[in-house]
């Protein structure tokens, strides 16, 4: 039997940003016969979070020839007859579209652009959109999805694609704060950051990309009181930097200890800089091991890694655009935007603002600050423990799903989600950010792209799929931010 002889199918994947849009766009290439049901509540989807509520100045965290996602057109060649205003762009890439760091908003341009090109479903084949909220799903006789006005959509595959969750406020269960004005949970709610005081303070919760981009709004937006922003350990991101290569070398290491390949990447760093290469090319040669190098620890070396070490990882694995890095320069030399380690105890009302003690780190001393308001910066959430979404309700009800110990998404087994029992589901999948406790940094665009690839292939074709998994096919991509 041929690929084009299988059986009819229907697919419902369940979320409309990057990774739902894409692997819908993917699987409706591969097999027009079937049909695929897209479902996210959103008019038009193809955005998500990481690419729908950004402005121009929110830029693409690599250049653009590391955005090509096996679509036609691809990426570039869209832009270059888009119209689309790219000279910023361009000026500080030399005129090189590929190595070009582009806004944020254009990629889900693209992916718009890219479903409203897909054929309709005719006769119940092809790609069909469908506006609603999932909120569990069908077992028996019929599968399929729930939504949340009652409709029903039968699939024989339903794929999760829910993306990056909102933040989880850094503070109690019980925390007074959580319900004052003052503070502000998701800064990507839609009108979340309207009607701000531009004259007070604004403390801002982490100091990763968040905080970035959040601090980037305000001052655009007119922001004139002082911005304060606070984390652990007080480190901001690292910017990207072109030239030199340097060569993966961490795979041949493996089994090994995160403190014995962090210290083999700060040699290979101080190598680098004795012979005049940036450190970012030992940290992009890094890349193409790291869920090898996920799936070699143990739970203990994992929860290590994370208590310790990933901070530090993050600020130097995920980088900022250089005009982005220059903007935060310049508010940080400027006084507008101030990073301090430490942490924030005794809160207190004071009308409209609170107050809080920050305790530096080091016993650097504390000292008294009171703010405006209060944003949590600290990124998407990925614990799904007591989450009260209705659809990881539904299927953690149902035994459906087996939230991993370490908070950071679903247990899978190339992308098919286990159960309570930790058995592999023969029709429930789950692709993105939710698929990070098996390979540890699937939320990049590259990562991504491979995963669907590979999972769209292997839904698609009737022989057994590749036996290498999906971390040999990392290694595969190569080098490179």
Same mark, same amino acid.
């Given at each position: ?5 299988? #059986? ?32 996210? #509540? ?6 998500? $979070? ?35 205003? &790219? ?77 990056? &969750? ?5 503070? #109690? ?31 801002? &919760? ?16 007119? !922001?004139?009181?002082?911005? &304060? ?11 990207? !930097? ?34 005049? =290469? ?27 890694? =994370? ?23 310049? =508010? ?10 430490? *942490? ?5 009302? !004071? ?33 799904? !423990? ?15 799903? $087996? ?6 998404? $679903? ?9 309570? *029992? ?38 698609? *074709? ?20």
């Amino acid at each position: 039997m041929s690929e084009t002889d299988r #059986p009819e199918r229907k697919i419902a994947v369940i979320g409309g940003g990057f990774s739902g849009s894409l692997l819908a766009l993917k699987l409706t290439a591969r097999r027009p016969d079937w049909l695929i049901t897209l479902i996210d #509540p959103a008019v038009r989807p193809g955005r998500g $979070l990481a690419y729908g509520a950004c402005a121009p100045y929110h830029l693409l965290n690599v250049p653009a020839h590391r955005m090509e996602v096996g679509l036609a057109p691809g990426f570039q060649a869209w832009l270059q007859g888009s119209g689309k205003d &790219l000279d910023d762009a361009l000026d500080e890439s030399g005129g090189d579209l590929a190595d070009a760091f582009l806004p944020r908003r254009l990629l889900g341009d693209y992916l718009q652009a890219r479903l409203a090109g897909a054929p309709p479903s005719i006769n119940g084949h092809g790609l069909r959109r469908v506006r609603g909220e999932a909120v569990g799903v069908l077992e028996g006789p019929g599968r399929g999805v729930r939504l949340f006005d009652g409709r029903e959509i039968e699939a024989d595959i339903v794929i999760l694609a829910t993306g990056n &969750l909102p933040p989880k406020a850094p503070l #109690p269960a019980d925390s007074w704060l959580q319900d004052h004005p003052a503070f502000i949970p998701d800064p990507w709610a839609k009108g979340a950051l309207s009607g701000l005081d531009p004259e007070a303070q604004v403390l801002l &919760l982490g100091t990763g990309l968040t905080m970035v981009d959040i601090a980037l709004r305000l001052a655009e937006e007119g !922001q004139t009181g002082p911005m &304060l922003a606070i984390s652990r350990r007080g480190l901001a991101p690292t910017a990207h !930097q072109s030239g030199g290569a340097w060569a993966p070398f961490l795979t041949p290491m493996l089994p090994a200890s995160p403190l014995t390949l962090c210290r083999a990447i700060r040699q290979a760093a101080a190598q680098a800089s004795r012979e005049n =290469l940036p450190w970012q090319r030992v940290m992009d040669a890094v890349r193409p091991s790291i869920a090898q190098v996920w799936q070699s620890w143990s739970e203990a070396q994992k929860r290590q890694f =994370l208590r310790h070490l990933r901070p530090r990882w993050d600020v130097h694995r995920h980088r900022m655009a250089p005009r982005v890095a220059a903007r935060l320069d310049g =508010l940080m030399e400027s006084g507008a935007l101030t990073v301090m380690a430490g *942490r924030l105890r005794n809160w207190t009302r !004071q009308g409209d603002q609170v107050s809080a003690t920050l305790f530096r780190r080091g016993g650097a001393g504390s000292m008294a600050i009171r703010a405006g308001s209060v944003i949590n910066c600290t990124g998407p959430r990925s614990d799904l !423990q007591g989450l009260a979404v209705p659809l990881f309700s539904d299927l953690s009800r149902r035994g459906l799903i $087996l939230p991993d110990q370490l908070g950071l998404g $679903l247990e899978s087994d190339d992308c098919a989600v286990l159960d309570h *029992r930790g058995k592999a589901s023969s029709w429930l999948y789950a692709v993105g950010p939710l698929t990070r406790p098996a390979l540890w940094e699937i939320t990049a665009v590259p990562e991504i792209a491979a995963q669907l690839d590979r999972l769209s292939l292997a839904l698609s *074709r009737t022989e057994a799929p590749a036996t290498s998994g999906l971390a040999e096919t990392f290694v595969d991509m190569g080098a490179g931010i």
